[in-house]
């Protein structure tokens, strides 16, 4: 393994494991549904939220009715972000490379979720910086996600490692010249099995 100068994480199924239906299923008891709204329209209106394409005031207009909800705008929006829970072995992992390196993230990931993590989890402090698909209107895999990586932060790719959860875009950082490393949840032997000096 090439000397390691820096770190980039994903968040979700990364450093938080998420489950969306935490959120349908505390919405659907708290407006009295029968059945789930439409997945297909509600995750086509959170990519559009999560591509910088709509608002947070648009994805609510959009989202709530699906859900038929007209209680608290602010109930909505903590039920919404609160489908997450830290992932300790990688979330231990960003912490220890932190004392030895800068250590930052790209994710795809909406303003909702975003508030929500950064409020709620403090391991997120110890990062020197973050690409977000809402703000950068990019989402992996698109290369030019890892190409704003070099140019925002200065980072060497070939001594940069890079986790995520989804093959696609482990193979997207590692044609960028990242060393990407595939995290895989139900594997119990990562991420003591890529064998990163710390």
Not at 142 to 147: G, H, L, N, V
Not at 169 to 178: D, E, K, L, Y
Request: hydrophobic share 45%; aromatic share 12%.
């Amino acid at each position: 393994m090439k000397t390691i100068q820096a770190a980039i994480f994903d968040i979700g199924n990364v450093l938080l494991l998420f489950d969306y239906m935490k959120a349908a299923g505390r919405l659907m008891e708290r407006n009295q549904l029968e059945s789930l709204p439409d997945r297909g329209r509600i995750t086509a209106i959170n990519y559009r939220l999560e591509i910088g394409e709509i608002s947070k005031a648009e994805f609510l207009s959009l989202v709530r009715p699906e859900f038929h909800d007209t209680g608290a705008e602010s109930e909505f929006v903590e039920i919404w972000g609160n489908i997450f829970e830290e992932n300790t072995r990688m979330t231990a992992l960003a912490r220890a490379l932190s004392r030895r390196m800068p250590v930052y993230l790209i994710s795809n990931i909406g303003p909702i979720h975003h508030e929500y993590i950064f409020r709620n989890f403090e391991v997120f402090s110890i990062f020197s910086g973050g690409i977000f698909s809402f703000e950068a209107r990019l989402m992996k895999p698109d290369p030019r996600c890892f190409e704003l990586a070099v140019t925002k932060w200065g980072v060497d790719p070939a001594h940069t490692l890079y986790f995520d959860d989804i093959a696609e875009n482990c193979a997207a950082a590692s044609a960028a010249g990242f060393q990407a490393r595939h995290f895989e949840p139900h594997r119990e032997d990562l991420p003591s099995a890529w064998n990163i000096p710390l």
